[in-house]
């Protein structure tokens, strides 16, 4: 994606084609259709207004119960298990979403099937049929994203390369041999901060670990330039000093290992626990970019890096947030107070 005022592209991760993602039960989109059935109100890119059901599977779940419901795992089994209509309606659902992603710029999709099931087979089973099914739907390669390398494995597999190389998502000190994957597959890679058994602590620990896993790609013969670091992006309002660790990591790692590499992390993780996260989001995005990124995993509907990162004044919301993810704002106390009061629209 070319942004004004950028030297170089700002590669764009797409994250919704993800089975993590949650809607809360009380949000407007969760109603009944005309026969009082639950369903998901959705529109298609062309603005077509359509209704997925809702399985009885996710209704018996804790996440259910609690208030949430994942959306897109939900229309994942309807499209892979459901019949007639409701599994059309499973199949429309992740079209809609993959070609919301690819218009609002994502270079690459995100696939994660983790939530899927509990059993690493039917994962599998998941991950290899949402590969077949989105680089038919999509333009754009697939970033394969797991916990799981095995699942990561199938997906890699899975993959025919039709829209470019495929990315893995992700390998660490705790499972280098991702790289190994990354190599037979001639994939590019995400490498992330965290150590071989706990998340880094600081800056320092995570340019540590994010340099050690560099070099073991650039040994593995991947190129620099299929080389992603993630410095991991903790929730700012769990620790004031999270956001700052993490900004100083980036410009660390981008003085040290140079201009090829390339930096980015989930951009929406700052601002978990925080309300109205967009503009969290955005100004954790702003000075990422400023310390070094080029790079987001982020939902580019929600947050479209054009307008975040464009070279003006930053609003009182996005000022206000600027002190939150440096720290300067304790508890979020002004942030939330501004939020309360409605004056961030």
Known sequence: MKIDGMDRDFIVIGENVHTTRALLRRNKRVTTDESGADVIAYATLAGEQRFLPIPEAIKVTQDFQEGRIKHFKAALQQAMSGTGAAQGEGISY????????????????????????????????????????????????????????DVIAAGLAAYDGRNGPALLN???????????????????????????????????????????MIEA???????????????????????????????DAIAEIRQRHGPDIHITGGISNASFGVPARKYINEAFLRLAVDAGADS??????????????APDTPSHAIALATDVVLGRDPDCATYIKAWRKKELA
Not at 184 to 204: F, H, K, L, N, W
Request: with cysteine; hydrophobic share 45%; charged share 25%.
């Open 94 to 149: 992740i079209q809609a979403i993959v070609d919301k992603q690819e218009a609002a710029g994502a270079d690459f999709l995100d696939v994660n099937v983790d939530e899927v099931s509990l059993k690493k087979e039917e994962q599998i089973e998941a991950m290899q049929w949402l590969t077949g099914r989105v680089q038919e739907m999509a333009t754009r390669p697939l970033s394969i994203d797991s916990s799981d390398i």
């Open 170 to 212: 992700s390998a660490s000190l705790e499972r280098p041999t991702a790289l190994d994957l990354a190599q037979q597959y001639r994939a590019a890679v995400i490498v992330t901060a965290s150590g071989e058994s706990a998340m880094p602590d600081g800056a320092a620990g995570r340019v540590a670990n994010a340099s050690t």
């Open 217 to 247: 790609a650039l040994a593995k013969g991947i190129p620099a330039n299929d080389i992603y670091l993630d410095p991991l992006v903790f929730p700012v309002s769990v620790d004031p000093e999270f956001g700052r660790h993490c900004l």
């Open 296 to 309: 987001g995993i982020m939902d580019p509907v929600q947050n479209d890096p054009k307008a975040a990162l």
